[in-house]
């Protein structure tokens, strides 16, 4: 926990959660649930006041995990909500209080207790390349958006990949080096490849050497 310094702590009685009369918090205990790793979960407590308005400041946090956003003031007769926040930090059970002073001579602080889970989301990598994938803290489930970008398809037989419909669909390559001696081919790995043949260059001169090369 975190020592005050100049709080007097005795029994757990001794630091009330209600003023009679003056300040007090519906609920003054706020559980908070399971709550996702990377996200924030925010509900609220009712502070209300007495016959007089009330000046109060957030005077120690149990846990960096636990926060609260704190007016300046709660006017006479008033109910306000306030909103407390718990961010886990790690996977655990998580139990935490704030406690509020207010400017009411002699008054002790207004304690609020919290409590929460933290839980680590699942991963959501489809490994599809046209989907985002995200995780929906509120859901606790996986959605993937499908996507309308450029892409690559890894085949380099492809070019002006394009995500359509969750895939990523590309247009074939039209492999034609000009040289007529040659077989067009495509290899997915390094894409247009010709090789020569030697037999669509023979002549009808036995005399010759016929040989086919990628210049013709």
């Known amino acids: 926990g975190l020592l005050v310094p100049g709080l007097l702590w005795g029994c757990e009685g001794d630091v009330v959660s209600v003023v009679k009369g003056q300040l007090r918090a519906e609920p003054e205990n706020v559980p908070f649930g399971t709550v996702y790793l990377g996200s924030t979960k925010t509900t609220f407590v009712s502070l209300i006041a007495g016959a007089q308005p009330i000046a109060i400041n957030l005077e120690a946090v149990s846990d960096p995990e636990f926060g609260a956003e704190l007016p300046p003031l709660v006017p006479a007769g008033a109910t306000i909500d306030l909103p407390v926040h718990f961010t886990p930090s790690a996977v655990s059970t998580w139990n935490g209080w704030i406690l509020i002073r207010s400017d009411i001579e002699g008054a002790p602080p207004l304690r609020i207790t919290m409590t929460g ?77 010709p090789v020569p043949e030697d037999e669509a260059c023979r002549d009808a001169d036995p005399c010759s050497l016929d040989r086919c090369t990628l210049q013709g």
């Open 117 to 193: 889970e933290g839980l680590l989301p699942e991963s959501c990598d489809d490994h599809i390349v046209c989907t985002r994938d995200s995780f929906d803290f509120e859901s606790g489930q996986c959605t993937h958006e499908e996507l309308h970008d450029a892409c690559d398809d890894g085949d380099a037989c492809t070019s002006d990949d394009t995500c359509l419909e969750g895939r990523c669909l590309g247009v074939p390559l039209r492999c034609d080096d000009g040289v007529a001696c040659t077989r067009d081919t495509c290899d997915p790995a390094v894409g247009c490849v």
